[in-house]
T-cell receptor, first 112, second 117 residues
Framework: GNSVTQMEGPVTLSEEAFLTINCTYT??????LFWYVQYPGEGLQLLLK?????DKGSNKGFEATYRKETTSFHLEKGSVQVSDSAVYFC???????????FGKGTMLLVSP | NAGVTQTPKFRVLKTGQSMTLLCAQD?????MYWYRQDPGMGLRLIHY???????AKGEVPDGYNVSRLKKQNFLLGLESAAPSQTSVYFC????????????????FGSGTRLTVV
């Protein structure tokens, strides 16, 4: 079946540091890949997505590239802010399916 | 712009009690989902629905029932609550995934925090 593996957190950074959160996946066919963000006390919000190999999703300074050869979709941001502190979830939906499979989430803590 | 609304936001139940969580969406989405979120476990799919009058089991369906009598509503029921069902429950909705899923994505509610004592 489909599965998503994320790096364990928490990831602790100082403001303006570079961020990478690793995500690898297992899926048959051609999945679509997503990053969701959850701020404290809230539901999940779609951050970015990529629907085919070599696509780059981007939003609010975050980027992730769909790498089929390494089955990865790592999240990056060049300069994090305190307001980026949240839990980040990598997710995929497999070919022909509409249900999302989530990773366990990675908490990001950014200090001033 | 309501999106997905979940009620209640918080609830404490005693073991063996029953309750229903309500999810309502105003985006005319065909698909609706119930997930539970537990520390270190991420989100796990309980049940989902691909249209009015249809439901299907997800990854962790035991102890839960669902109904989708109207397109905009998706109800999650606990017939006899157990402490293992203490969790945060999220409802989500989406259009069906078609083709390259260019416009595909879930809209989530803000969650229901349930404690079973």
């Amino acid at each position: 079946g489909n599965s998503v593996t994320q790096m364990e957190g928490p990831v602790t950074l100082s403001e303006e540091a570079f961020l990478t959160i690793n995500c690898t996946y297992t899926a048959t066919g051609y999945p679509s890949l997503f990053w969701y963000v959850q701020y404290p006390g809230e539901g999940l919000q779609l951050l970015l997505k990529a629907t085919k190999a070599d696509d780059k999703g981007s939003n609010k300074g975050f980027e992730a590239t769909y790498r089929k050869e390494t089955t990865s979709f790592h999240l990056e941001k060049g300069s994090v802010q305190v307001s980026d502190s949240a839990v980040y979830f990598c997710a995929l939906t497999g070919t022909g399916y509409s249900t999302l499979t989530f990773g366990k989430g990675t908490m990001l803590l950014v200090s001033p | 712009n309501a999106g997905v609304t979940q009620t209640p936001k918080f609830r404490v139940l005693k073991t063996g009690q029953s309750m229903t969580l309500l999810c309502a969406q105003d985006m005319n989405h065909e698909y609706m989902y119930w997930y539970r979120q537990d520390p270190g476990m991420g989100l796990r799919l309980i049940h989902y629905s691909v249209g009015e009058g249809t439901t299907a089991k997800g990854e962790v369906p035991d102890g839960y029932n669902v109904s989708r009598l109207k397109k905009q509503n998706f109800l999650l029921g606990l017939e006899s609550a157990a402490p293992s069902q203490t969790s945060v429950y999220f409802c989500a909705s989406s259009y069906p995934r078609t083709g390259s899923a260019t416009n595909y994505g879930y809209t989530f509610g803000s969650g229901t925090r349930l404690t079973v004592v």
